[in-house]
Every structure is written in C-alpha cells, then in structure tokens.
C-alpha cells in the first residue's frame, strides 16, 4: 500500500474516493431514469430543434432553387460547404481518439469521457456528412459517388479525392458507430434492470441484446472491443489524411503541400478536444458530475490541445517557410496575400485564436479553471473554422490569373445551414443525455479500487 500510495502522490485521482459500485451505479443511472426533465433542457433542446428546423428549410429551398442561392462563384466554387464539411469532420475525431487510441494505452482517465466523446463524434460526423451531398449540385443524385451495379455502367471516378472521402467518412462513421454501440451494451442492461417502466424495460432490454454480466459475455465483449479499437485507431489518422487530400493533391497556390495530411490530423484533434471540453464541462456543472469528470480530465484535456496547437503553429510556420523558400512566386503571393489581401482580418484572428490565446494554456490555473478552459476552447473552435475558411476561400479567390480574380460572400442561405447543422448537432447531444448514459457505468466501477488510493 505504501508503495501505491507512492506512485499516485501528487496526482489527482481518476474518480474521487468514497464511491460505491452501487453509488456509482445510482448517480449515473438516474440522470436517465429518475432525474426529472428541468426547464432548462426543454428551453435548450426547443432553440436546437428550431435551429435544425431552420437547416432542413435551407437545404429544401437549396432543392428547389439550386446551388446559386449559395455565395460560390467563379473563381470560388468552393465555398461554405466545403468548410463546414472539414469543420465538423475535425470535431469528430476526438471522440475516437479518446475511445480507441487511449484504450489501447491504458490511459484510464478516458473512461469519465469517452461516451459522450463518442455520441459527439457520431453527431458530427452526420452534422459534416450533409455537407458533401447537398454540394454536388444534383443531390437527388448523390448517390452516384457510391459503386453499385447498375444498367448504365456508371461508376464514379476512383482518381479523384472525393471519392476518397466518401468512402473513408463513411467507414469512419461505421466503425465509430459500431465501436459506440458495442461499449453502450452492458450499461443498457443496467439501465433494463433499474427501470420502473415496463417500456424502458423493453427497449433498452431490446438494445441490451440479451447481456446477462456473464464470464462468457465479458469474454466476447472485451475481444470485440478491443479489435475495433485497434481498427478504428488508423481511422483516426486516416480520415483527415484523406480530407486533406481534396486540396493538396491540386495545383492551386495554398493547396498543393505535402505538409497537409499531418497538419490536417493535428487541427482534427485540437478542435475535438476543444468540443469535448465545451460539453464536458457545462455536464459536470449541471449534473453534478464534478466527482467523475475531475480536475484530471479537464488538465490531461487541455495539456492534448496544447501539444496539438503547437503542432497547428507549425504547420502555420513550414507554410510561410516553404512559400518564400520555394522560391515559387505563386505560393508567395499566397502567404502576402492572407497576410495582406481582402480577408486579411480573417487571417489575423486565425493566428489569434489558434496559436497566441492557447498559450495561455501553459498557465496550470487556467488548465484546472473550468471557465478558463470553456472560454479557451470557444475560441480554439471559432479559430479552427476560419482556418478552413482561410485555405478553401483565400486559396481560390486569387489564384493565377488576375483576369479571374473574385471575391466570396456568403448569403443569407449558407449562415442558414451551417447555423442549423449547430442546433441539430446540440439537437442530438440533449436527446442522448436524457436517454442514455452519458458516462459509462461499468467502466467506472472498474476504477474504483484506484480510488481508493487517496494522494497525499
């Protein structure tokens, strides 16, 4: 004991001590089964429902009118779609990050986060799949970019990455999807157990899959677990390689870097961790969750959005490096012209929030502050989407010929949609609390005996 007592000197615990299997069994379970349905989450869900109501209006107008209700023009035809798309795919991979990769090194300090980090990365990536369909132009076709048989021999076109995309964000959101159901099973048998209500206890019985607690049911879910742990992690790097392989495989100034596929991965993971904290931390507040989502989480979370920012900030660096170094004068008009051009102040409050105010981070108070870490996270989110408005937006508008330059303005449609893809997204996360754990119960439980170690 004494040598255990040793090595947790100095570091906060995983779950606070004092807690019970039963206790932790209780609190977990009855924000689902017994917690009333305040005021509060009814006001919430009803602005996320208006709001999703407001997308699905857009994107019914976009069917009837087409894309020209949208700001892309020539030279840029890409516009608000194709951010949105990178923006939202980038959310979602922290959820998977923290499920599979942590899993696989036996970081326990996942384990009070990664269930809502997983329904996130579900949300998102459905919130960023709108995107590439209603982009196309004929929607009502999209469903042309998968390989199917059919009688006119059409196939879509292999060589192009956006094609890559279809099949990596859809693997993903597979695997993510199977990864998040499999880990749901024994705390949905829980929750059949505790219910009072013969219908709770038939659905989420149904959902449970007949899961008993026995030797053999661990056995199988402990193997399947573990292997799609170990096929999601590649997917985690995989994915935003892929995203980032729309741009750097053209020619188009800004775009046509090798550096992309890390630089893509880096800021995918900066801005999910960014989101995780801005869930986490109002959920601990609300529903007293202070004891399981500890001082630890909110510090090892912000220390993974530290590393991943610098990452970013050198991304920036090599960027600039390589358009004066190059010598290529098309790739260093591209960095004057972010620096200097029309969207400079976009540019400027990049860098502003995703390299200078993250550096606040090295501050341990702030790390532990939870409206620190809220307000920092706010801003690391607004940074990362005027990052991708900077390299699809900035990289078209001015590109070799100035006979062809043009500015992009985004209408009235476009805020429409990418607000409404907000509110479905928050839509889901207030229906999956009040349904379902938003903790995993039984992964808990397994950390109780490290809790009992109190650091001296």
Not at 55 to 78: D, N, Q, R, S
Not at 283 to 307: C, P, W
Not at 314 to 330: C, D, H, L, T, V
């Amino acid at each position: 004991m004494d040598d255990e007592r040793q090595e947790t000197a100095g570091k906060a615990p995983v779950i606070e001590p004092g807690y019970t299997f039963g206790t932790v069994t209780d609190k977990i379970s009855a924000i689902v089964l017994t917690r009333p349905t305040s005021n509060g989450w009814f006001l919430g869900f009803g602005v996320a429902f208006l709001l999703t109501m407001m997308m699905l209006y857009a994107i019914g107008y976009l069917f009837v009118k087409g894309v020209g209700i949208w700001g892309v023009t020539i030279p840029i035809g890409w516009g608000f779609a194709i951010v949105n798309f990178v923006w939202w795919i980038g959310i979602g991979h922290a959820g998977t990050l923290i499920s599979a990769i942590l899993l696989l090194l036996r970081q326990s300090w996942r384990n009070s986060i990664n269930r809502f980090a997983e329904a996130m990365t579900l949300f998102a990536v459905a919130a960023a799949g709108i995107f590439p369909a209603i982009h196309v132009g004929r929607p009502w076709v999209a469903y042309w970019l998968f390989p199917y048989p059919n009688t006119m021999k059409y196939w879509p076109q292999f060589r192009s990455p956006l094609i890559w995309d279809v099949f990596a964000v859809s693997t993903y959101f597979t695997v993510s999807l199977m990864f998040w159901f499999i880990g749901l099973i024994p705390d949905l048998a829980t929750l059949r157990d505790r219910s009072d209500k013969l219908a709770a206890k038939k659905i989420y019985g149904i959902l449970a899959m007949g899961w008993r607690g026995s030797a053999r049911h661990w056995h199988r879910y402990e193997t399947a677990y573990l292997l799609l742990a170990g096929l999601a992690t590649p997917l985690v790097l995989s994915v935003h390689t892929v995203v980032s392989f729309d741009f750097a495989v053209a020619i188009v100034p800004g775009w046509h870097t090798t550096i992309f596929p890390p630089y893509f991965v880096a800021g995918a993971i900066y801005s999910g961790f960014a989101m995780v904290l801005m869930l986490a931390i109002p959920i601990r507040k609300i529903y007293g969750l202070e004891d399981f989502i500890t001082e630890r989480h909110l510090q090892n979370s912000a220390k993974v959005m530290l590393a991943t920012g610098l990452i970013v900030a050198y991304g920036y660096g090599i960027e600039a490096f390589m358009g004066w170094y190059s010598g290529n004068r098309y790739d260093a008009f591209t960095i004057w012209n972010r620096l200097h051009g029309p969207y400079a102040g976009p540019y400027w409050a990049l860098l502003t929030c995703n390299i200078f105010i993250p550096q606040l981070l090295w501050i341990r108070k702030l790390r532990t502050s939870p409206l620190g870490l809220f307000l920092v996270s706010t801003v690391i989110l607004v940074g990362m989407w005027l990052e991708r408005f900077i390299i699809v937006v900035v990289s078209l508008q001015r590109d070799f010929l100035t006979s062809s330059w043009g500015m992009y303005y985004p209408t009235r449609w476009d805020w429409m949609t990418f607000i409404g893809t907000i509110g479905m997204f928050l839509a889901a996360i207030f229906l999956f609390v009040r349904i379902l754990p938003m903790i995993s119960i039984f992964e808990m439980r397994t950390l109780l005996p490290e809790a009992e170690v109190k650091p001296e």
